[in-house]
Nanobody, 117 residues
Framework: QVQLAETGGGLVQAGGSLRLSCAASGTIFGTKLMAWYRQSAGKQRELVAQIDIDGSTNYAASVKGRFTISRDGTLNRISLQMTNLRPEDTAIYYC???????????YGQGTQVTVSS
């Protein structure tokens, strides 16, 4: 089993910053990548940022240049530094882990980010 524990999130004014963190535990050995997804009311869950063990990253166009994903050396812990936040960034943010060889996905419980205008 895999557990993903997210911390951070909260309420911030537009233009402000927040940092999310996610710690993976359990049976987490194997080739994997980790990511942040988000889902806002009435919309589908979307990829925000992704990182692999080599540190290669991928960002949604809407957050590129404002958000930065980082990881520890073992890819058991990731963070998402969010700057210049906008009201449209308001969503529940989910930590995600994928085991590449087994093609299995896990999500955390999610953490709310609210950006007021």
């Amino acid at each position: 089993q895999v557990q993903l524990a997210e911390t951070g999130g909260g309420l911030v004014q537009a233009g402000g910053s927040l940092r999310l963190s996610c710690a993976a535990s359990g049976t987490i050995f194997g080739t994997k990548l980790m990511a942040w997804y988000r889902q806002s009311a009435g919309k589908q869950r979307e990829l925000v940022a992704q990182i692999d063990i080599d540190g290669s990253t991928n960002y949604a166009a809407s957050v590129k240049g404002r958000f930065t994903i980082s990881r520890d050396g073992t890819l058991n812990r990731i963070s998402l530094q969010m700057t210049n936040l906008r009201p449209e960034d308001t969503a529940i943010y989910y930590c995600h882990l994928r085991f590449l060889r087994a093609n299995r996905d896990f999500y955390g419980q999610g953490t709310q980010v609210t950006v007021s205008s």
